[in-house]
């Protein structure tokens, strides 16, 4: 008997190792598991080409849903992110437009630019104004048609006008050009 009981304490020992190193081995698989997982689980919320700070979209955006409706029931003016900008635009000249913008069209859309029309009441071929928005590019033009002249105020450059807006405008400024 004596004899049984070193190999029976050896296998009690190398049992208990093995158990002991399967033990480690699923603790690690585990641990890389989860690591796996949380690496994996960034990966697909945050792309890799994705920059840290989201780009914000232009105010003007908003506004491609208002197609059809008025200045006044889109309140133009009192949004300070546009109104802003024309003020900064137009310099003093912006207080003048919203004086005389009495009869005015619904917004327009085609493609990314926007058009509103508003001109003073009982005298719109003398004197009208035009504003133009680019949704893509984040630009706005604005035209003062003054009796026989016309004034304009760009932002960031001229407004390509998709060929309808171009059509419409071209016969509001017919007189001015051909003279």
């Known amino acids: 008997m004596k004899n049984y009981l070193p190999i029976l304490v050896l296998l009690i020992f190398c049992f208990a190792c093995s158990k002991f190193t399967s033990l480690e081995n699923t603790k690690t698989s585990e641990t890389t598991n989860k690591a796996n997982n949380t690496v994996a689980s960034n990966k697909t919320n945050r792309p890799a080409n994705q920059e840290s ?23 133009l003016w ?32 085609e493609g990314d630019v926007l058009r509103l029309t508003g001109c003073e009441a009982h005298n719109c071929g003398a004197n009208q104004y035009e504003i133009f928005m680019d949704t893509e590019n984040d630009n706005i033009n604005v035209y003062h048609i003054l009796d026989e002249s016309m004034k304009s105020y760009k932002e960031k450059g001229e407004i390509k006008l998709p060929k309808k807006m171009a059509e419409e405008f071209e016969q509001d400024t017919y007189n001015i050009k051909n003279k």
Do not use: C, H
């Open 53 to 75: 700070t989201p780009k914000t979209e232009s105010p003007l955006v908003a506004l491609k849903k208002m197609k059809g409706k008025y200045q006044y029931e889109i309140k």
């Open 78 to 109: 009192a949004k300070p992110e546009i109104s802003q900008r024309l003020e900064k635009l137009m310099g003093k000249d912006y207080a003048t437009m919203k004086k005389f913008w009495n009869v005015e069209s619904p917004l327009e859309v």
